[in-house]
């Protein structure tokens, strides 16, 4: 099965494909290399378009972050989305003796990255800052790919797939948090550049007072 048929199947199909993806032979790097690598490119360059080169606008005011802070953003954010991916893999294999499953670290792996297959489609939403949030939404689907998978791949009774789920899309959000703050510090916002304009405003008035005094 192909990037696309894959990519639609979890989608559109989840009951019927985690099956298929637990009997699948598979490794960490043919993973990463044939599919999480390739997903995580499309919130990834979606952002930087959509912030470097289309811009943010509202009220009349338009703001493009500059490109090398696009740049920045977009490799350092993707670097943390195939990080993240890892992470939750360790958090969903760890904690499945917690709800009566069976621990494996290629289930898991599996699981944290076809269940964040929505979060990934859903950042082509960031071409436009202001749809962003429906990118945001689109995540939320990745919560019932999990729960439905769960069971599945870790081996957990049904009854103990909610608490499961809702245990690690906790630990996902913590973890996206971090994420998001580490991504804001890179890029600059109106309000900051403005402040260090006003700043360097104040320096130079300064500067060309004493210039005057001597």
């Known amino acids: 099965m192909n990037l696309v048929e894959r990519v639609q199947a979890i989608l559109l199909k989840p009951k019927a494909t985690w099956p298929e993806i637990d009997s699948e032979p598979a490794d960490a790097a043919s993973l990463y290399k044939n599919y999480v690598m390739i997903l995580a490119l499309i919130p990834a360059v979606a952002s930087f378009i959509g912030l470097s080169l289309i811009g943010i606008g509202a009220f009349g005011v338009s703001f493009r972050v500059p490109l090398a802070s696009g740049l920045a953003n977009m490799i350092v954010g993707y670097v943390l989305s195939l990080v993240m991916v890892f992470v939750l893999a360790l958090i969903i294999d760890a904690m ?77 959000i913590v973890g996206g948090v971090v994420i998001a703050w580490v991504l804001a510090l890179l890029t600059p916002s109106p309000m900051r550049l403005g402040a260090v304009s006003a700043a360097e405003a104040v320096v130079a008035v300064v500067q060309q007072g004493a210039s005057v005094k001597t």
């Open 96 to 172: 499945a003796p917690t709800f009566e499953g069976t621990k494996s670290q290629i289930g898991a792996l599996k699981l944290s990255a076809y269940a964040s297959t929505a979060a990934f489609v859903g950042g082509v939403f960031s071409l436009l800052p202001s749809l962003s949030v429906l990118g945001a939404l689109a995540a939320l689907y990745g919560v019932y790919l999990l729960y439905t998978g769960l069971p599945v791949l870790m081996k957990c009774p049904p009854d103990k797939a909610v608490a499961y789920t809702a245990v690690v899309v906790v630990c996902a």
